[in-house]
């Protein structure tokens, strides 16, 4: 036998240059703007395409084969249905925010303005649960390691159901009962998917969620339990400072609770009942490569708004000063080319989110993740390909899952 | 071209029936890529160099490796075979690069682009029969059911929104000359007394260069400065806003109000917009170059014959004020531009009877009314 031993564990790792994925982004941003958004499903493909390239397990690499045409194909389809149904949804709920939603005067109609903003969320809430696990199911059947095809079984509309009451149950526990919802949710969709002819399912308990979640709580509980002993006990003026502490407490809580519950729900699923995963993310890296990533994009974006305004503030002024009386004409103008250069503007902020937040956090979730068992994947054999529905075409409509 | 390698390269080959990774040996051969396998060892075979693809995405150049694979008649979402070669860089990987004539190409199935037209041509169809077809409809049925008094608020919220697209922050806009103030009250008296009018009307001047007026939802009238300065008198601006009061009684800003809001969802929806900039743009351009319906504006005219005539203003001034502004081409209230005829409506306006029995206003309170914005 000529075979090498093959490892037991193949380690995760992102192959890609630092931040080399900004030119993609900014030069995919830039047609999906010019060609007013048809572009954008050519551009969502070419950057999962590099994401999938450089992300490998082992020596092996993932591969990403859904094109930007059959996206295009399945969002006219998503179109259609969805235009009638916010179409009315829309008028609905405008209607009756006439009733709430301008000047509220009394406490009742403030609650009765809560009600609407949140009715008109909740409106959309079977469809985001349904685009959701379209969205997932489309990315599995157009992902490949190793030759072999991810696919995921057809059940949206359990997933819509189970979705609906679990926010439910969310909602009435005032965020106590999420790590449930997130828990019974990833393993609805775990349990369904598949690598070739091998299934995965979801181990653990979702008990075991309040681990990472209980920063969001202690957070809570500062700001709920803090402010009213504060407030009762006569020590108001530590209020702004208990709201703050909450407040920030409460944030990173939602990052650990991001982090650290993907990385138990990555730890305990199973493909196949032999091969396992190891996922070990620090909260601290990720949120440190947002608050620095966000610091950079805010200098840059700063500069390059304040060089922009200055240039176009003079530009607007000479012309309303020469022309004497501001024309209609003149109005237009100014006004399209400032929404062009806003819109200029948010693609640049898209392209440097992706390549100094978005890029180095996949980087460090790829980099402490593993596989374990590699030899029994020599076993796994190819599954049949998946047409992929509407190839996320409700999803995109929906905004779902931002550009990648 | 680069030259043969001489000597093959080892490569990684996923036949696409297991995940199993096989050791194979690749070297250049003629038109083919030549695979032997190594474990076990196995007979070799061939790739034809114009029919091997390159997997999109992974680094063009040639640090990265380069993986594989053959255009095939699947029904893959491309036509591919199953099976990928992996390369790592070298001469075969190289040679590979630069030999094999179409490594990025697409191959569409044929019939694709009669798919993509047929369906593009389905939506905006459905979408068009939604825009056009259902939602004016939806709309009118609810703006027809909206009370009077929320109208009122949302015409105000509409107005107060007008007033910073005009490029006021809110409150400074409106011309507030005490003289110019009461001329325009005793203007808005003559054209709406014993008129039983379904709203109480809220006229302001808005010192703003345009020349246009509009009417925004419940009763509030807006004129802009420059209708003022560019009419020749008093009856002139009465009948553009006997026009305009024919709009605010027939509910059409509200309706147009309903069908924008439903309009910008859907239009948010197209372009893929998440940050609603859609929804605003849409609205402020829906009230200022609000294009009413042939069948609304010919009502809205007909309203101000009516209503010209019962007050004595007569239809002369709203002539005179078409053909002044017949020719000039710019700058035209909203009804104007959605309806160039204006030589043919100042015909018609002169037809609908004519003469003034009484004047409008003194010239004192005409002289008062242009200086409103002081």
Redesign the interface.
């Given at each position: 036998?000529?075979?090498?031993a093959q490892p037991q564990v193949a380690r995760g790792n992102y192959?890609?240059p630092d931040s080399g994925v900004f030119g993609l982004a900014l030069r995919t941003g830039v047609l999906s703007l010019i060609t007013?958004?048809i572009y954008?499903f050519w551009a969502k493909t070419?950057l999962?395409?590099?994401f999938?390239?450089?992300t490998r397990l082992g020596?092996?690499?993932f591969?990403?084969?859904?094109?930007g045409?059959?996206k295009?194909?399945g969002f006219?389809?998503a179109?259609?249905v969805?235009?009638?149904y916010?179409?009315?949804v829309?008028?609905?709920l405008?209607?009756f925010g006439?009733?709430f939603v301008?000047?509220p005067r009394t406490q009742a109609e403030i609650l009765m303005q809560l009600a609407v903003i949140y009715a008109s969320l909740f409106a959309l809430a079977p469809l985001l649960f349904f685009a959701q696990y379209r969205s997932r199911r489309y990315k599995l059947a157009?992902t490949?390691?190793?030759?072999?095809?991810f696919g995921m079984e057809k059940a949206a509309g359990g997933y819509v159901l189970r979705g609906i009451g679990l926010l439910i149950a969310t909602i009435l526990t005032a965020g106590l009962l999420w790590p449930l919802m997130t828990y019974k949710l990833e393993a609805w969709m775990t349990n369904r998917s598949w690598?070739?002819d091998t299934r995965f399912a979801q181990g653990g308990k979702w008990t075991a969620m309040y681990g990472p979640y209980k920063h969001v709580l202690i957070g809570l509980a500062v700001l709920i339990g803090g402010g009213g002993i504060a407030a009762f006990s006569g020590a108001g003026s530590l209020v702004p400072l208990i709201i703050v502490v909450g407040y920030l407490w409460l944030l990173v809580g939602y990052f650990s609770y991001y982090v650290q519950g993907f990385a138990y729900l990555t730890r305990n699923k199973q493909l196949g009942g032999d091969i396992t995963f190891q996922a070990n993310p620090k909260t601290s890296t990720v949120l440190g490569r947002v608050i620095l990533g966000y610091l950079f994009i805010a200098i840059v974006a700063g500069v390059v708004f304040a060089i922009v305004a200055a240039v176009f503030g003079g530009l607007v002024r000479a012309m309303i000063l020469e022309g004497g009386?501001?024309?209609?004409?003149a109005?237009t103008a100014v006004g399209i080319v400032a929404?062009i250069g806003?819109?200029g503007f948010?693609t640049l902020l898209g392209a440097m989110i992706m390549a100094f937040i978005t890029e180095p956090i996949i980087r460090h979730i790829v980099g402490t993740t593993a596989l374990v068992n590699v030899p029994a994947?020599?076993?796994?054999?190819?599954r049949v390909?998946d047409k992929?529905a509407d190839a996320e075409g409700f999803a995109?409509?929906l905004?779902w899952g931002g550009a990648i | 071209m680069a030259s043969r390698p001489d000597f093959p390269a080892k490569g990684?080959y996923?036949?696409?029936?297991?995940?199993?990774?096989h050791?194979v040996s690749v070297t250049g051969q003629g038109e083919y890529l030549s695979i032997t396998p190594?474990?076990?060892?196995g007979k070799p075979f061939f790739w034809r160099l114009d029919r091997i693809r390159a997997?999109?995405?992974?680094?063009k150049d040639t640090r990265?490796?380069l993986?594989l694979t053959l255009r095939a008649d699947?029904?893959?979402?491309?036509p591919?075979d199953?099976?990928?070669l992996?390369l790592q860089p070298g001469p075969v990987a190289d040679w590979v690069r630069a030999s094999a004539p179409a490594l990025g190409a697409r191959d569409?199935r044929p019939g694709?682009w009669g798919?993509?037209i047929w369906?593009?041509t389905?939506?905006l169809g459905?979408?068009a029969a939604?825009?056009f077809v259902?939602?004016p409809r939806?709309?009118d049925t609810?703006a027809e059911?909206?009370p009077i008094e929320?109208?009122v608020?949302?015409g105000q919220?509409v107005v107060a929104n007008m007033e910073q697209y005009l490029g006021g922050a809110d409150g400074t806009l409106a011309c507030n000359d005490p003289a110019g103030l009461a001329a325009l009250a005793r203007l808005e008296q003559r054209l709406t007394t014993g008129q039983n009018l379904r709203y109480d009307l809220h006229l302001q001047v808005f010192d703003h260069?345009?020349i246009n007026a509009f009417a925004a939802p419940g009763g509030q009238l807006v004129i802009l400065r420059?209708l003022l300065d560019g009419a020749g008198s008093p009856a002139e601006v009465a009948g553009v806003l006997a026009h305009e009061i024919g709009h605010v009684e027939a509910r059409d800003p509200t309706r147009l109000a309903?069908r924008a809001?439903?309009s910008a969802?859907?239009l948010s929806?197209?372009?893929?917009?998440?940050?609603g900039?859609a929804l605003i743009?849409v609205m402020g351009d829906q009230v200022l170059s609000a294009s009413y319906t042939r069948e609304a504006e010919a009502a809205a005219d007909a309203f101000a014959y009516r209503l010209l005539n019962d007050t004595g203003i007569g239809t002369a001034g709203l002539a005179d004020f078409f053909e002044s502004l017949d020719g000039k081409g710019?700058?035209l209230p909203e009804y104007l531009s959605t309806h160039p005829d204006t030589a043919g409506r100042a015909v018609s306006a002169r037809a609908a009877d004519g003469a003034a029995h009484d004047a409008v206003l003194s010239d004192d309170d005409w002289a008062a009314l242009q200086g409103i914005c002081g």
């Open positions: 036998m000529t075979m090498e192959a890609a007013l958004g954008r070419r999962r395409r590099y999938w390239a450089n020596p092996d690499g591969e990403y084969t859904g094109t045409l059959e295009f194909l006219l389809v179109v259609v969805l235009a009638v916010l179409a009315v829309q008028l609905v405008f209607q006439l009733y301008f000047q157009r490949r390691f190793r030759g072999i095809r690598y070739g009386e501001a024309s209609l004409s109005l929404a806003y819109l948010l994947l020599d076993a796994i054999r190819q390909t992929g995109d409509a905004d | 990684a996923f036949d696409g029936e297991t995940a199993k990774s050791t190594l474990d076990p060892p997997q999109a995405g992974a680094r990265g490796p993986v699947t029904d893959d979402e491309q591919r199953p099976a990928r992996v569409l694709t798919r993509v369906r593009t389905a939506a459905a979408v939604i825009v259902i939602l939806l709309s609810l059911r909206l929320r109208e608020a949302f919220l260069p345009m420059g309903f809001v439903g969802g859907i929806l197209l372009l893929g917009d998440a940050t900039g743009a710019i700058d």
